[in-house]
């Protein structure tokens, strides 16, 4: 495997280099933050259903009394099958949702990562569990002491456990803003300053028009008006003159952006 | 080509490939009908199926690529593309001219069949397709190719380490907290660490002085009263002042590091306190009006609990009716001071002082992102936070619990294991701080890009 700070190579046994988007440690500990509210809800919610249940049937108090004559026969050892019962569930909702949804849990799909092996394939039963009861490890009092700094320290942020259990976390993929751009008309087309324009154009000046584009509704008025005006100089840096196109710096880069992506070669 | 930009767009993925033979002349046609793929590459690539050829054939080209692989022996599925797949944006990494920067497998092929954007082919004109495949109605000629477009240049806006400075997510802005930090550890906790170390440097030399020269508390009593008072007066406020200026200054200089490193340069820790030191004024001043305007707001929430007290007590005959607006009221000072949070940052980056500087964190912290929740920047801000509460108490536990085991282990020497364990949470509390301190310059830019474009304005100020 090779990599760069944020992408890993995984060579699969077929040699077929697949790239993977490494997730950053915040993203995982906001993944982690959400399966634990959803899971302390699940208990809740689960301890609350079984509370209404005990006392429409009447059995809160004989139930009651049971488990106080189990604490005086077991003491302390109670807590003991309570600690299991709750590792089983929290432990058992990361197993269970990483083997069936493919690496996801419902916090990580939120946050669009998900858990794979290392050499690309998707997690297997064992590699989550494995990974899962590192946990125990990584974890102290619901918080990562351990396992924050080994992510810290590993340039792909693996905690112990996928340390163990040979696994990744990555990127699912990225947000694409949509560009709206008006259609371009023919007689626009044929317009010879946006022609000579787009001719002279890079790749990074068609990706600066195409993100200011995507993103300008969102920018204030002023500053909106002044980046059309500075990416327009930029990307008409070579050409003679951009003449009265220039008074609507915004409606030319639309169809400057439109040309071009015809103009390229594609299906 | 007017209608061509309405049309929709459809996902081609190739699924299956009879044998061997097939193999072969699928990746011949691919290859020559694309600009970015070598046959060879088209072989290797075929060895794990599915493909996502294609994610935005038009109905007419997906009609024409699925004729063509048919006949040769590939089995393709073809569906509408959504509409995200479709937009523009992923345009930009789909316009592949040149195919030596393309790497060998630009993909991330998920279980569900979605490729990444880059996973597409570019067939270099729609003829060579006809030729291979059935005939179709005569097309207009493409017209030319702008001729430099190069996806070396610039595609991404500047950042450091491989990291655009682009929006980011909420999630997104810790990851690159975590990544600021990682990478330049040791500078950040050497910005951080000095005010300390001169503090701990003075106390010594003073303890050494005095040892030296035999002075004691005791021997206070001998010296005269105005010698007192004109020290008192003097240089206990110098100190102080002194302290004061070296903690801004620390502060300052963490704040110009990591934006110099954010913004993808190299930083030296003197540079950041030189950087600083010219705005140190400005920086203690302004910082001075943050705390009047605190306490301001704090006294405009005691007088209107005031108010309140008497208003209720002539309404509902008892003043203590008003008790139910105190806590409303006693966020007034808390949210003033969350909403001025970013004037260091302004100071120090933008060199705009005082009431401006205020003034600006304020309307940064005003209106909302676009994207998933949380939208508003103010509750970004307050939930950043709160996550990096929950971190720094993670940080301080990473050195608690060393620190707790070594005075546990020498339980004889209590002054040994109480310096260590005092010395281990002063430099847990010391990276927490370095973290939180990252994390609101990396909200600071990141509220300027999505604000004012601040990305695209270096971008189109960037030099070729």
Redesign the interface.
Known sequence: MKE????V?AE?P????????L?????R???Y?IDKLIQTGMVLGLTLIALLLLILTGKLTSVGEFLVRLRDSLGWWLIAPAILGYEIITKGYFIFFEYLW?GSTPGKRS?EIRVIRKDGR?ISFVAAVIRNIFRAVDI??E????G??VM?IDSRNRRLGDLVAGTLV?R??E?????I?T????SD?ADAEI?NV???????????V???L??RD???AD??RD?AR??L??VSRRSVSIGEQSSDPEAFLEKL??L???????? | MGEETSEALYTVILTKIQDEEAKKKVAETLSRVTTNLPADKASKRMESLPWTLTRRATAKNAERLVRVMERLGATVQVSPSPAEATSPESVGTQVVLDPTLLPEAQTAVSDDLSGTPGDAIVPASASSVQAEGQPSPPQQSPPPVPPELNVKDGPEPPGGDGFSIEPLSFGGILDRTFQICRRHFWKLFAIVVIPYLIVAALAISVSIVAAVVGFTLQALGDVSIWVLIAAAVTLIPSIIVAIIAVFYLSQGALIYAVSVVHLGRDIRVGDAYRFVLARLVKFVLTSVLLVIVILAAFLIAVLFGVVLFFISKEIFSSGWWSAITWLPLSLIPFYASFKLLLFDKIVIIEDIAYTNALKRSWDLLTGKADGGWPRGYFLRMIILLFLFGLISITIALVFQIPASIIAALMPESWIVGSVVQHLLSNIGGLIGGIFGGVCLVVLYYDIRSRKEGFDLTMLAQQHE
């Open positions: 760069n700070p944020q992408i190579t699969t077929e040699q077929v280099g697949l790239q993977f988007h997730a950053g440690i915040g993203t500990f906001i993944a933050l493919n946050q998707p102290l009092g918080i990562y002491p351990l924050l700094v810290f990555v699912e993929g947000l694409k803003p949509s560009v751009c259609p371009l008309e023919e087309t022609r787009a001719l002279e154009m890079t790749m990074g000046d068609y990706n600066l195409r993100r200011f995507a993103r969102s920018l204030g500053y909106r980046l500075q990416i100089e930029r952006e439109t071009c992506r015809r103009e390229t070669k594609e299906i």
